[in-house]
């Protein structure tokens, strides 16, 4: 159990720098249109769609990406604290 664990654990580690790297990657002019950017966007984009539903952008600025993150470090740390007791 406690190896399915820190499998998630990595996983959701992973999957948090790749959001980073995607939302940096909106700040650089036509860096989402090559291979990479595409690929990020099929992978990221399903995931944050559901709070850009919820949270409105201030102006300008998205903040659905900081928060989308935020529930990922709760979600290890959650796992961080079930590997605990398991």
Known sequence: M???INILYQAIGLYSILLIIYIFMS????????????FLERICDP???PFR???????????????AILVL???????????FYV
């Open 2 to 4: 406690d190896f399915i």
């Open 27 to 38: 700040w650089v002019p036509n860096s989402r249109e090559s291979s990479i950017g595409r």
């Open 53 to 67: 539903k919820f949270i409105p952008p201030f102006g300008m600025i998205d903040i659905s990406p900081i928060v």
């Open 73 to 83: 470090n709760l979600a290890r740390s959650g796992l961080a604290q079930l590997s």
């Open 47 to 49: 995931y944050l769609e």
